[in-house]
């Protein structure tokens, strides 16, 4: 079982920024896809990034591409959501999820994830 925990949430104005972090004690995290989620009250969660295990695979929902960046440092087993410009329509639940075998039309696909971390709120409002 392989356990993520996020951190970096809060409360920020709009046009701020956010560092996300997702860890893991996971030996071979180094193979999985990464990938963060957002969820708000009454809708399903929502692809955001993901990232590949050598990191020169990057993907970015429409509605972040340009603002947001997503790393991964596998040696700190950490993957890193970087959020610029902030909207008050990016706030939520964000989730990271991994997994080992995804193929590459499932990335952006929640369902297809195996594991998932608890969430960290993420509030932009003036």
């Known amino acids: 079982q392989v356990q993520l925990v996020e951190s970096g949430g809060g409360l920020v104005r709009p046009g701020g920024s956010l560092r996300l972090s997702c860890t893991t004690s996971?030996?071979?995290?180094?193979?999985?896809?990464v990938g963060w989620f957002r969820q708000t009250p009454g809708k399903e969660r929502e692809f955001v990034a993901a990232?590949?295990?050598?990191?020169?695979?990057?993907y970015y929902a429409d509605s972040v591409k340009g603002r947001f960046a997503i790393s991964r440092d596998n040696s700190e087993k950490t993957v890193n959501l970087l959020m610029n410009s902030l909207k008050p329509e990016d706030t939520g639940v964000y989730y990271c999820?991994?997994?080992?075998?995804?193929?590459?039309?499932?990335?952006?696909?929640?369902?297809?994830?195996?594991?998932w971390g608890q969430g960290t709120q993420v509030t932009v409002s003036s």
């Open positions: 999820a991994a997994d080992q075998r995804l193929i590459q039309s499932s990335i952006t696909t929640a369902a297809a994830y195996d594991y």
């Open positions: 990232i590949k295990w050598n990191s020169r695979h990057t």
């Open positions: 996971e030996r071979t995290f180094r193979n999985y896809v």
